[in-house]
């Protein structure tokens, strides 16, 4: 299974361990924030703001390095967008392992 990395914040840092630590801290706060409001999203079964919540977590989810993750985020918000659920398993799946990773940062 792909997994999470911080590889893209060390590049954009420059090797800059102050920067690259408050990108980590972004991160760290906003993502299980938006995890949250995209549950929400779901419980209620409000597919636009669902899509609108995995349009930003797709790019968490891309800076994470999870490009195959990116790819399901991007089938998801569409089929949101038409009223679909299908790919909600693979990209909640998505969602656990980088949870579990920013808890370990």
Known sequence: ??????????????????????????????????????????????????????????????VLGMEKGYHVAEEYEKNLREGLTESQSAFEETLTTINQFIKLL
């Open 1 to 62: 299974m792909e997994q999470p990395n911080i590889d893209y914040f060390i590049k954009l840092s420059n090797n800059n361990d102050s920067f690259k630590q408050k990108l980590i801290e972004v991160i760290k706060h906003e993502l299980p924030l938006e995890i949250d409001f995209y549950f929400n999203c779901i419980t209620l079964k409000e597919w636009e703001k669902a899509a609108e919540s995995v349009h930003k977590l797709k790019h968490k989810i891309g």
